[in-house]
T-cell receptor, first 110, second 116 residues
């Protein structure tokens, strides 16, 4: 069956360190993979998109990689700050609609 | 510009009742998708509408339905509510189906539905 797994339900790191979040998928061949940030009581906010023919994308302190052989995407936040604390969701296109992983709750401690 | 607007923000209903939720997309956005979010299941895709037509549907029972109007506003309806329908219902908009894939989706803040 098809699955999207974000392997850590929660991740705690110290301010200034790099946070690395993982998104694995099985039985999909997505053309697009997106990452979103969600704060409590709010809807997800789009952060970054990477296409199947791209290996890496960067935006300010954010970096996303996409390995279609491993069926995995890594999401990095460098020089993390307490304001980066939130739940991060990966999403894949399935039949031209986005399906989401359960999310990883990141806490950055001062 | 105004974001995606969902009304109401909070709703409490009794088992067996029905409920209608509303979503107004960003001006110029014609595609609206609906998601159910629960702590146990995460974000689950309900359906997507574009130009008043349902393009895709997730794996939910027929009690969940939706529609889209000519001004792109969308409503979803849940009939015969069950306790398990308690969730945050989110809608997301994009200019069109392929635009969302290419540029991401804009979500509303959701409607928190509690069924008692």
């Amino acid at each position: 069956s098809q699955k999207i797994e974000q392997n850590s339900e929660a991740l705690n790191i110290q301010e200034g360190k790099t946070a690395t979040l993982t998104c694995n998928y099985t039985n999909y061949s997505p053309a697009y993979l997106q990452w979103y940030r969600q704060d409590p009581g709010r809807g997800p906010v789009f952060l970054l998109l990477i296409r199947e023919n791209e290996k890496e994308k960067r935006k300010e302190r954010l970096k996303v990689t996409f390995d279609t052989t491993l069926k995995q995407s890594l999401f990095h936040i460098t020089a993390s700050q307490p304001a980066d604390s939130a739940t991060y969701l990966c999403a894949l296109d399935v039949n031209n609609d986005m399906r989401f992983g359960a999310g990883t709750r990141l806490t950055v401690k001062p | 510009k105004a974001g995606v607007t969902q009304t109401p923000r909070y709703l409490i209903k009794t088992r067996g009742q029905q409920v209608t939720l509303s979503c107004s997309p960003i001006s110029g956005h014609r595609s609206v998708s609906w998601y159910q979010q629960t702590p146990g299941q995460g974000l689950q895709f309900l359906f997507e509408y574009f130009s008043e037509t349902q393009r895709n549907k997730g794996n939910f029972p027929g009690r969940f339905s939706g529609r889209q109007f000519s001004n792109s506003r969308s409503e979803m309806n849940v009939s015969t509510l069950e306790l398990g329908d308690s969730a945050l219902y989110l809608c997301a908009s994009s200019r069109g189906p392929e635009t969302g894939l290419d540029y991401g989706y804009t979500f509303g803040s959701g409607t928190r539905l509690t069924v008692v």
